[in-house]
């Protein structure tokens, strides 16, 4: 029997650690799939799917992924299964629509356009007509990035936005507070500089006080910048500018180069410029990968595809730095690729006037295959990308924010910063609780339908009683708690009509224990002790024993109280104090067994007035006799 349990008790802790580890897989697949790892979180998705973990949802995941994945063959086939679902959102009919014109199957894909636009879907038909790539066209059917205020603009430029331990660095041309103005001569705006603010200060003047503390700035132009990991070592752009020398190529023209400097008591110093700069091409916007191995920069040095290109060159473990390497033709364009920024999965993000776009500099995210190897580029749409210039992508390691610059209309004026929010994955979290003790109850099995009652997900709430499952916007769903000596709780829930900031819709849940039909307990037997004494025998421990297991295990809302009695020798004053100690003796037992104070309502000595036989000194009665006196009774105030 203990084999059993033990191996019962293993399977009910490995099913909650294995649905645990489920959601901890989804929530990992998410921020992959948000920060563009899509082979990787394909594959989470595949784990998800074969677990049958919230299986619907994984499935149009991983129909997104394959489709971002220019693999349209996939995706079709997930696809297909995602809008067989029940309450399917609409939009994937349009990205079936789009997969399926993806593998050339364009009558079937009028079918689903159709649906999609029955549905209340609505569509560009030019652009589905003419648009040959069906990435951009699955990416963009809904909004994926909201654009929020930033307020550290100027009327000059302002870009190159990049958050590091708390702060807010970036390039300005203000020149609020400044004495000497240095005026750079190709748009009349002062020359850039670095610099620096809290992200969580509400105070939008960001004047001279605010750039960078050191050498990095200088009369000419510096930014943007990258900030190593353990924030000793930035890397960033400037003019050919070192030492006080200004340097120029051939034709007297002063290109662009990467410089890096030390934090050193907080400030900026040790400028060194990197070896693969030179004075005839120039080299800027520097970028890091997230353990720092190696730089990303834009250059228009010989050899490339034309304008600027996206390089990347190693850093080697003493410092050093290897060759500039091309990045290729899959990101690079007869035209110009700059900004590049690397996100904490690796993937790059750049900006491109070279790409199919929606104006001038656009910015486009890569996709990578399992080799890592780039192999296409997905435009980010609106509202990222505008008519006019986009540009300086930085995402935070969330995948859901971050900042990018753009001289759209609109702005405070020139370049401006703007910060951006992806819709999270909206969450039902709860904390399930026993409505008699409000302690949480751990293990209890929580199952999430869909309006037509199928089942989306399963699990079992952990030792603090809470759950948590990611559910699809604007859906109904029922949650199901169940647990063995409790009551099956359901509740209808919705996410209809929630606001896309909102990320957790709140469930708790308060459980009543099923009352057990039982036989009511009338009488106790009572314990005895010896002659002129009030400690508890060996035999009254048994008997106590029994009663504390009923109490605590049996019946729980049982209520007592306890009297104590003496034969009838002995004076009643001595007789009384006697009684009350045998009474104090049980009551301290069974309190330091657990039972509850409050369950026992009082314990009483009555000494020799309540006799259970004949024997009150008028007769003569055996030692057995008097023994059947010295007793403490127990008697059942309450039973519920």
């Not at 390039?171 to 603010?197: C, M, Q």
């Not at 995948?399 to 910060?419: H, K, P, T, V």
């Not at 952990?462 to 916007?473: K, M």
Request: proline residues 3%; aromatic residues 12%; negative net charge.
């Amino acid at each position: 029997m203990r084999l059993k349990n033990y191996i019962l008790t293993s399977i009910i802790l490995l099913t909650g650690f294995s649905a645990l580890a489920q959601y901890g897989s989804q929530k990992r697949a998410d921020n992959l799939f948000n920060k563009f790892s899509f082979v990787n979180a394909a594959q989470v998705y595949h784990n998800l799917i074969e677990k049958d973990y919230n299986a619907d949802y994984a499935t149009r995941q991983l129909a997104d992924s394959y489709a971002f994945l220019r693999n349209p063959d996939s995706a079709v086939v997930y696809y297909k299964k995602a809008v067989e679902q029940p309450n399917v959102p609409i939009a994937y009919y349009y990205n079936y629509a789009q997969a399926l014109r993806g593998i050339k199957a364009y009558k079937e894909s009028r079918v689903w356009m159709k649906r999609f636009k029955k549905a209340g879907g609505e569509i560009n038909e030019e652009r589905f007509l003419k648009d040959a790539d069906f990435i951009n066209s699955i990416f963009s059917a809904k909004q994926q990035y909201f654009l929020k205020e930033v307020n550290f603009n100027s009327k000059y430029s302002d870009f190159g936005a990049y958050e590091h331990d708390g702060n807010i660095y970036f390039a300005s041309s203000r020149n609020t507070g400044v004495s000497t103005k240095h005026i750079y001569g190709w748009n009349e705006e002062p020359f850039l500089d670095i610099y620096v603010t809290d992200k969580s200060a509400n105070d939008s003047i960001v004047d001279h006080k605010s750039k960078l503390k050191g050498d990095v700035n200088s009369i000419y132009h510096e930014g943007p910048i990258t900030i190593t990991k353990d924030g000793k070592t930035i890397y960033f752009s400037r003019n050919n500018y070192n030492k006080n020398i200004l340097g120029k190529d051939k034709e007297g023209m002063t290109n662009l180069k990467i410089y890096k400097a030390s934090l050193i008591e907080d400030e900026w110093t040790n400028i060194e410029e990197l070896p693969f700069n030179s004075n005839d091409f120039s080299n800027g916007h520097p970028a890091l990968n997230s353990d720092g191995t190696k730089l990303y920069f834009a250059s228009n040095m010989p050899d490339g595809f034309g304008g600027t290109d996206i390089y990347h060159v190693d850093i080697n473990n003493d410092g050093s730095f290897g060759t500039p390497q091309n990045l290729g033709n899959v990101v690079n364009t007869d035209k110009n690729e700059r900004f590049p920024f690397i996100n904490s999965e690796g993937v790059l993000f750049f900006a491109s006037d070279g790409h199919p776009g929606l104006g001038l500099l656009d910015i486009f995210g890569t996709v990578s295959d399992k080799n890592n190897n780039i192999i296409s580029v997905l435009n980010l749409g609106v509202p990222v990308n505008s008519s006019k210039d986009d540009f300086s992508f930085f995402m935070n390691e969330d995948g859901l924010s971050g900042y990018f610059a753009s001289n759209r209309n609109g702005g405070a004026g020139g370049d401006d910063i703007y910060a951006y929010d992806r819709i999270p994955q909206l969450k039902i979290e709860g904390t399930i609780t026993d409505i008699t003790t409000n302690k949480p109850v751990p293990n209890a099995i929580v199952t999430l339908l869909d309006s037509d009652n199928k089942q989306i997900a399963h699990l079992e709430t952990d030792e603090d009683g809470h759950y948590e499952i990611n559910i699809d916007r604007d859906a109904d769903y029922i949650v199901n708690i169940k647990k063995e000596d409790y009551i099956e709780d359901t509740r209808n829930v919705t996410s209809k009509g929630v606001e896309n900031k909102v990320t957790s819709i709140t469930a708790d849940f308060n459980l009543n224990h099923i009352v057990k039909k039982v036989t009511p307990i009338t009488e106790l037997y009572p314990i005895y002790f010896d002659f002129n004494k009030f400690d508890i025998r060996r035999d009254g421990t048994v008997e106590l024993d029994r009663i504390v297991n009923l109490m605590m295990n049996i019946y729980p809302s049982m209520v007592i109280k306890i009297e104590s009695h003496t034969d009838s020798r002995g004076s009643s004053e001595y007789n009384n104090k006697l009684s009350l100690d045998r009474a104090n003796a049980t009551y301290k037992y069974l309190v330091e067994k657990g039972v509850d104070p409050a369950r026992i309502t009082e314990h009483k000595g009555y000494g020799k007035q309540k006799l259970a036989n004949d024997c009150d000194g008028t007769i003569n009665c055996t030692e057995e006799q008097h023994q059947e006196n010295r007793r403490t009774q127990f008697i059942v105030v309450k039973m519920e």
